[in-house]
């Protein structure tokens, strides 16, 4: 088979359930979604239409769908501000079943969002400290451990991550962050304003995992740390190889807590405990070839089955077309039968 001609993703409709009008907003990413998802519509006969969601007419627009896929782009405040505000309108007052949903645009590209959802949900999430309050910033900057690592809240690939080495440092940082303008960021438009993240520098085993968790299939890959650095994401370290379960099962325990069609997990194994901690969430991840997941040279996915067992299939898949296999099901498929 060749490396581009992935393998037909075929949900099974029924005899009962009507298929919906699809709505297909064509995203601007380096490596769009949109191609993939018009492949699965195709394959399995959806009917769909382009839908230009960025246009002033895009709520007009809407009213011949019954579903909209519009995968969310690139880590950037005016995307995630565009998209979450024009999918609540879609959800909540025009009626529409959108992918990715408002309840996970909310904590997609959010790393505050997320990191209090983890904690809520007792997962394992990297000490992390959040905080808008500059007094008590100001009065606990001593008793941080150092080094710390500062994060914007919206951003991937490593983009404005800094390593805090002392509390000289931290004091600086915290004063820009607090000042009338606020502190410079990677984007020139845009900067970070009367909050910080400060995650603990977690020791790790010279890698991070990326795992892909949609339904019961599991995809995902590894990033090396190159050496001196402290960051993996955005280094152009990918490596597969097999999975750990262990690190499988936390991903779909997320997953779950969530209640997502799909959420990739990035996590690093301690060497202290051996245990895996989450780092951040990401509803979107960039794909941009056939094949998530490479074990001993051959792609394929893993799948958790009636048993509960981690099995391995071989194959090559577009890891989109999984997604909108596990949302049509649940979201669609599911609310339907026997209205």
């Known amino acids: 088979?060749?490396?581009?001609?992935?393998?037909?993703?075929?949900?099974?409709?029924?005899?009962?359930?009507?298929?919906?009008?699809?709505?297909?907003?064509?995203?601007?990413?380096?490596?769009?979604?949109?191609?993939?998802?018009?492949?699965?519509?195709?394959?399995?006969?959806?009917?769909?239409?382009?839908?230009?969601?960025?246009?002033?007419n895009w709520v007009a627009a809407a009213e011949k769908f019954d579903v909209i896929l519009w995968a969310t782009e690139e880590a950037t405040n005016y995307n995630v501000e565009e998209s979450r505000r024009k999918v609540y309108i879609l959800e909540q007052l025009?009626?529409?079943t959108c992918f990715p949903s408002f309840d996970t645009l909310m904590w997609n590209e959010d790393k505050i969002t997320q990191y209090e959802l983890l904690k809520i949900y007792k997962l394992p999430i990297i000490d992390t400290f959040i905080s808008h309050d500059l007094n008590e910033i100001r009065n606990l900057t001593?008793?941080?451990?150092?080094?710390?690592?500062?994060?914007?809240?919206?951003?991937?690939?490593?983009?404005?991550?800094e390593l805090i080495k002392n509390?000289?440092?931290?004091?600086?940082?915290?004063?820009?962050?607090?000042?009338?303008?606020?502190?410079?960021?990677?984007?020139p438009y845009f900067r970070q304003k009367d909050y910080v993240y400060f995650q603990k520098f977690q020791p790790n085993e010279?890698?991070?995992?990326?795992?892909?968790?949609?339904?019961?299939?599991?995809?995902?890959?590894?990033?090396?740390?190159?050496?001196?650095?402290?960051?993996a994401s955005g280094m152009n370290t990918v490596r597969f190889g097999a999975i750990p379960e262990a690190a499988a099962?936390?991903?779909?325990?997320?997953?779950?807590?969530?209640?997502?069609?799909?959420?990739?997990?990035?996590?690093?194994?301690?060497?202290?405990?051996?245990?895996f901690y989450i780092i951040e969430l990401g509803a979107m991840p960039t794909i941009d070839l056939p094949g998530d997941l490479i074990v001993n040279g051959v792609k394929g996915v893993?799948?958790?089955?009636?048993?509960?067992?981690?099995?391995?299939?071989?194959?090559?898949?577009?890891?989109?077309?999984?997604?909108?296999?596990?949302?049509?099901?649940?979201?669609?498929?599911?609310?339907?039968?026997?209205?």
């Not at 010279?206 to 740390?225: A, C, E």
Request: glycine share 8%.
């Open 94 to 96: 025009l009626g529409k």
């Open 167 to 187: 509390g000289k440092q931290a004091r600086t940082i915290i004063k820009d962050i607090f000042s009338v303008d606020g502190r410079k960021t990677y984007w």
């Open 1 to 56: 088979m060749d490396e581009m001609e992935a393998e037909k993703i075929i949900i099974d409709w029924g005899d009962q359930c009507l298929k919906p009008r699809v709505g297909l907003v064509r995203d601007r990413r380096e490596y769009p979604y949109w191609t993939k998802f018009e492949r699965f519509l195709k394959n399995n006969q959806i009917p769909f239409e382009y839908y230009t969601v960025h246009n002033s």
């Open 302 to 339: 893993y799948f958790f089955d009636a048993f509960d067992r981690f099995i391995f299939k071989p194959g090559i898949y577009w890891t989109q077309e999984f997604m909108l296999r596990e949302f049509f099901q649940r979201k669609w498929i599911s609310n339907s039968v026997g209205k």
């Open 206 to 231: 010279g890698y991070d995992l990326r795992i892909i968790v949609i339904g019961n299939n599991v995809l995902g890959y590894y990033r090396d740390v190159p050496g001196g650095e402290y960051r």
């Open 249 to 275: 099962r936390l991903a779909r325990e997320v997953a779950r807590a969530f209640n997502e069609v799909v959420v990739a997990v990035d996590m690093l194994k301690s060497p202290l405990d051996g245990k």
């Open 142 to 161: 001593s008793e941080f451990s150092y080094p710390l690592v500062t994060k914007l809240s919206t951003g991937a690939g490593s983009v404005a991550v």
